[in-house]
Structure formats: structure tokens, C-alpha cells
């Protein structure tokens, strides 16, 4: 076998069965073996959305999504979905056809360093030099990029490594898998520990994130929290993990989270941090001044315990999986059965919700986004899938669809790459054709991955489309508005008359739709979620819409500004205070 032929047959020992795919000169023999396989290739309209779509394969499903393409421009244009799945702790495998061995380093067409440019984007960047070491390389980028903090993983194929003779062995995937398996477990102490400081808690949170979005993990804390009932807060990639349906699920938190989650952290006494980062856009943290709740932080990521270690001097920590965890923290708690004594703050937290729900310019003359994501939350299958673009409609979405499953809620958290919602949705559709699949976009975002459009309705693939069309880059727009003293440029688009919707159509998309109409915004939504094959709905919204409740950057939870429409003020003071400049509403005043 030539090193593509062992390439594709350790794919097929992986039980790959699909893999998108971008073809040019220095990658065809790997093109040449896939076509004498029986793995499918999916070809996007260019090679960032082929790595996303790859990623949409990964975030939706239990594969490592596998993308291959040729070199130079095409490595390249996979970088930012490469820093993309890095950031959010997503496993990919990107295999890139590369000019012969013994023209590296030199100016040969269509030639880069791949190490160098990704050696900080990706978990890891091998560059394979023989033949007989594709198999091994391969079964183990699988497993790694899969295990512990899962990411990343490119490997560079030259072109005579891909066409020289190599040795096969047909080794056990699993062997590789063992390599990686994470042994840690909490301890009978360390249970014990855990359960003194919750049962000497009267307002414990929970803080769930992407580190737990899996069917297995979910499954567990979803079981522990049947258990005890503990009020629950999630950062962006933690949705769905609980089911956010439950009335103590307080939503999202940050700088865009929701009012009863951003209040609840303002209030509890402690904080349990599972499977989550801990980022700058969570804002203030637990541990520093005005929210000196006690903490137990459980997560994979030793520098990041590490450092909530120094800085926070937490009660309890752990290094190693959170799933893991839970399955030790469960089997004490069946051995060991207790009572929290938590009712009234389970209450607090029902009111909170109640007290301070989302709300919006009702009153607007144009649509809304936020009205927009209202409906649609009373619409959702349970089984739906969304993908997001990155802006308003993305933080909007976040705050009001509550998402009932594990890897469903699909976006870009840690990099915030717009573009990402069209290959995303394509691959989560192509992972799970079962599933309903809804990628709600920005008009900014979709422009960027458009080609999208045409992949979707080429592939008639059942992906249904939200364009949420305000004419605008609406978050950055609004930052001009308010703190760039109202000087908008390069965040409008002069061009109205184009519609989406047309440019769809003629993508072969069978059902497409654009309006205004705020009277028929229901049936239009419910028409989209019906319609077979792909799908796109238009609605065209305020481009004067600002998102809140919003947290200035580097201000406090106690700085939360509600906006004109939230906590029963009047809509007189409108006054789109976004990120700070303006009137203060706090939920705490
Ligand atoms: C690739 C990339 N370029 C630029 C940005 C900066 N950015 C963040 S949100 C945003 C506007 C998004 O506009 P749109 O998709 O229409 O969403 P809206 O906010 O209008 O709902 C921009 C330009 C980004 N996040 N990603
Ligand atoms: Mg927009």
C-alpha cells in the first residue's frame, strides 16, 4: 500500500464515514484512495468551510470530524477553524497535502511551514516524513485529539510520503485509545469533602460548560441533579447539558447572560464550577471582591485549577474529567444518602426568573431579533440542533431558546468566528440526518460562509435557515453607537435590495420566504421548521436592536444593565445604554 492507501484504510479502521474534503494537485493520491473507499467526501465551497463542517460533525456527533486538503492556500484557509475547534475544545483531524520532502523549506508554489503557522492554533502539528508511519500517526491523532482537553490535530502529508510504499500493520485502534485513557477518580475523602461543604451550603450553584457536553456526561450530572436539584447556571457551551426547560436552570451567564443568572451568582454561597474555563467574558469572578461565595471547581484543564488554586483559594478542586467525576461523586451519594437543606433558595431562584424575565422594545415599529427568538422558543422540537452565526442573533438565541440535549447548541464561544452557522449546520446535518438542524444567522455572518448556501441546497440537505437580517453588523454597530459617539462606518450594508432569500432560491433551496410582517412572524416560523429539504426564512429586523441585559467590560455582576424593557421599567426610558454609556437599570437598585 502507498502512504495514502494507509491513510484512508486507518479512516476506515476508525469508522470514518465521511470526511469533508477539498481537492488540489498535492493531496490527490489521498482523493485517489478515498474514491476506491467507502468513506463519502463532502466538498464545501472552500476549505475554512470544510474544516468547520468537519467541526459541525464532532460538535453534533461522537466522531472526530476529519477534513483533507491540499497545501499552502488550502492549510491556510483551514486556520481559523482550527483556532475555532482549539478554543472551544472541539477534536478535528485536518490532513494537508504538502510539496515533496525535500522541497520544505524552500519557495516552491503553493508551499508553507504548516508547524510554524499552526503551532499555536492547533492541540498538536505532526509532519509525517515516512510512509510506514501514517498508521500509527493517524490511529493516535484520533485518540488524542479526543482525549483529555480534546482539539485539534493537522498532519502534512508530502507528496512522496503519499505515494511511496509503506507497511500496514493493522493495529488495534483501541490500543491507542488506552494510551489516553484519564484514570482519575475522586477518592472516598475527597467524596466526603465534596458533600460536607454542599450540605453546609443554603444557596450552592452549579456552573456547568462544554467540558460536560456529551450524551455521557450529561446523562450523569443530569442524574445528580435529580438528586438534589441544585439551581444551575451554564456558560455559552454549556447548554443543553441540564435541560434548560427545568425551573432551576437560570441559563447562560456573562456579559450577555440572562438576568436571573447573573443575579443568582450574586448570591450564592457556593460556587461549583464543573467542566467550564472560567473566561473573561464570564466576567467578575467568583472569589473576588463582592461575590465571596466558597468554591469547589472540578475541570480537565491543570492550568486552569491551577490557577483558579491561586487566585481564588477554592474549597474543593479536581483535576480530571467531570464525567468521571460525577460517576464517583454519584456512587457516595447512593452510599450515603442526604437531604440539602436548599428549599428556599430554590424558591429565590423560581422568583428570580419570574421577577426579572427577558424582555424587548414591544413597542418598535420594525421586528425585533429578541421577538423573533421569543416565538420561536415556544416552537422548538426538542430534538432540534442549532447553529449560530456570532453577533446579536447569537447572544440573543443563547438567552432565549432553551435547549433541552446535550451537543445542540452549536457556536462559536471561546474564538466568536462569524461565518461559522452554514458549515456548521452542514455537518451536524450530515452527522445526524435524523435530527432537525437550525442555523440562525447574522446577515454580516452568513455573507461570510455564503457559499454555504449553495453546498446546502446542491446536497438538498435538510438544513433549515434563520437569517435574521438587520442590514447590519449589528453588535459592532452598536458599540459605535454608544461609545464611538455615534459614528457609524463599515457596519451597514448600502446594498437593501439584495434577498437572500432569492439568492437561496436560486441555490435550490426548495422553500424560501423574506419578511417584514410582523403579523404572519409565527406561521412563517413554524412553516420553516416544517418545510422539507433546505430551507431559509428571511425576516428582516431593527437595525437599531441592542442586546441586554449587557455587562460593561470590566465591570462587576452588580453593573449589570437591564436595559429599557427588562424588571417592569417603563419603555419611555429607552435610551440603548449598550455597554455602559447611559442610564444604569440594575436588578439590584
Ligand atoms: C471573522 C470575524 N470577523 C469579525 C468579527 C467581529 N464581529 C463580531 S459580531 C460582528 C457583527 C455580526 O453581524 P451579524 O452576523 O449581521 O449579526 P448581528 O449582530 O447583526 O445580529 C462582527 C463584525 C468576528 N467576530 N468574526
Ligand atoms: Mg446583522
Known amino acids: 500500500m502507498n502512504g495514502a492507501e494507509i491513510l484512508v484504510k486507518c479512516l476506515e ?4 464515514k465521511r470526511v469533508a474534503g477539498y481537492p488540489g494537485a498535492a493531496i490527490l493520491p489521498v482523493f485517489h484512495a478515498l474514491a476506491g473507499s467507502g468513506i463519502a467526501v463532502t466538498v464545501n465551497a472552500n476549505e475554512q468551510a470544510g474544516a468547520f463542517c468537519a467541526a459541525g460533525m464532532s460538535r453534533a456527533g461522537d466522531q472526530v470530524g476529519v477534513t483533507v486538503v491540499t497545501s499552502g492556500p488550502a492549510i491556510t484557509n483551514t486556520l481559523t477553524a482550527v483556532a475555532d475547534c482549539n478554543a472551544d475544545s472541539i477534536p478535528l483531524l485536518v490532513f494537508a497535502g504538502q510539496v515533496p520532502s525535500g ?12 508547524s510554524r503557522v499552526f503551532a499555536k492554533a492547533a492541540k498538536k502539528v505532526a509532519l509525517i516524513s515516512d510512509a510506514s508511519h501514517i498508521e500509527e500517526a493517524v490511529k493516535d491523532a484520533w485518540h488524542f485529539a479526543k482525549s483529555g482537553k480534546p482539539g485539534p490535530v493537522v498532519i502534512d502529508l508530502p507528496m512522496d510520503v503519499q505515494t511511496a510504499e509503506g507497511e500496514y500493520h493493522g493495529l488495534d485502534p483501541k490500543l491507542f485509545r488506552h494510551k489516553y485513557d484519564d484514570e ?13 461543604l454542599l450540605q453546609g451550603a443554603k444557596r450552592p450553584l452549579l456552573y456547568i460548560g462544554g467540558g460536560l457536553n456529551n450524551q455521557k456526561a450529561s446523562d450523569r450530572i443530569r442524574r445528580f441533579n435529580d438528586l438534589f436539584a441544585i439551581p444551575s447556571i451554564n456558560s455559552l457551551m454549556g447548554k443543553g447539558i441540564l435541560d434548560e426547560s427545568r425551573d432551576t436552570s437560570l441559563g447562560m451567564l456573562g456579559m450577555f447572560g440572562t438576568p436571573y443568572a447573573n443575579t443568582a451568582i450574586q448570591e450564592t454561597d457556593l460556587f461549583i464550577g464543573m467542566g467550564v474555563r472560567w473566561d473573561d467574558r464570564v466576567r467578575q469572578r467568583v472569589g473576588e471582591k463582592g461575590l465571596e461565595a466558597d468554591i469547589a471547581y472540578i475541570d480537565i484543564n491543570p492550568e486552569k485549577v491551577q490557577e483558579v488554586r491561586v487566585t481564588r483559594a477554592p474549597k474543593f478542586t479536581f483535576i480530571g474529567d467531570a464525567g468521571t467525576a460525577l460517576d464517583d461523586l454519584l456512587s457516595w451519594a447512593e452510599k450515603n444518602p442526604m437531604k440539602l437543606e436548599i428549599g428556599e433558595w430554590q424558591e429565590r431562584v423560581r422568583n428570580l426568573k419570574k421577577e426579572t424575565p427577558l424582555n424587548f422594545n414591544r413597542a418598535a415599529a420594525a421586528i425585533q431579533q429578541a421577538e423573533v427568538m421569543e416565538i420561536l422558543s415556544g416552537l422548538l422540537p426538542e430534538d432540534v440542533r442549532i447553529a449560530t452565526g456570532v453577533g446579536n442573533h447569537q447572544m440573543l438565541a ?5 435547549i433541552r440535549r446535550p451537543k445542540s447548541f452549536l457556536t462559536s464561544g471561546g474564538f466568536g468566528v462569524m461565518g461559522f452557522a452554514l458549515p456548521i449546520a452542514v455537518g451536524a446535518c450530515l452527522a445526524d440526518p435524523s435530527r432537525t438542524v437550525l442555523a440562525i444567522d447574522g446577515d454580516a455572518s452568513l455573507r461570510m460562509n455564503m457559499g454555504e448556501l449553495h453546498t446546502i441546497g446542491a ?12 442590514y447590519s453588523a449589528g453588535m459592532v454597530r452598536n458599540i459605535q453607537t454608544a461609545r464611538y459617539a455615534n459614528c457609524v462606518i463599515a457596519t451597514e450594508e448600502g446594498c437593501r435590495d439584495v434577498s437572500f432569500a432569492r439568492i437561496a432560491a436560486e441555490c435550490g433551496f426548495a422553500w424560501t420566504r423574506r419578511t417584514e410582517e410582523r403579523s404572519g412572524l409565527k ?7 416544517a418545510a422539507k429539504g433546505p430551507a431559509l426564512l428571511e425576516v428582516v429586523t431593527d437595525v437599531e436592536e441592542a442586546v441586554y441585559p449587557v455587562i460593561a467590560p470590566g465591570d462587576g455582576y452588580q ?8 424588571g417592569g421599567r417603563k419603555q419611555e426610558n429607552c435610551s440603548f445604554a449598550f455597554f455602559g454609556a447611559g ?4 436588578v439590584k437598585e
Do not use: W, Y
Not at 443563547?398 to 432553551?402: C, D, G, I, V
Not at 453593573?559 to 427588562?566: A, E, K, Q
Open 103 to 114: 522541497k520544505l523549506g524552500t519557495d516552491e508554489f503553493q508551499h508553507i511551514n504548516v
Open 13 to 16: 479502521d476508525l469508522q470514518v
Open 398 to 402: 443563547a438567552q432565549h431558546l432553551k
Open 459 to 470: 446536497g438538498n440537505l435538510p438544513v433549515k435557515i434563520l437569517l435574521l437580517n438587520n
Open 583 to 586: 442610564r444604569r437599570h440594575s
Open 559 to 566: 453593573g449589570m444593565d437591564l436595559g429599557p424593557f427588562m
Open 523 to 529: 406561521a412563517d416560523l413554524e412553516a420553516l421548521l
Open 184 to 196: 482519575r477518580h475522586l477518592g472516598e475523602n475527597q467524596c466526603r469533602r465534596f458533600f460536607d
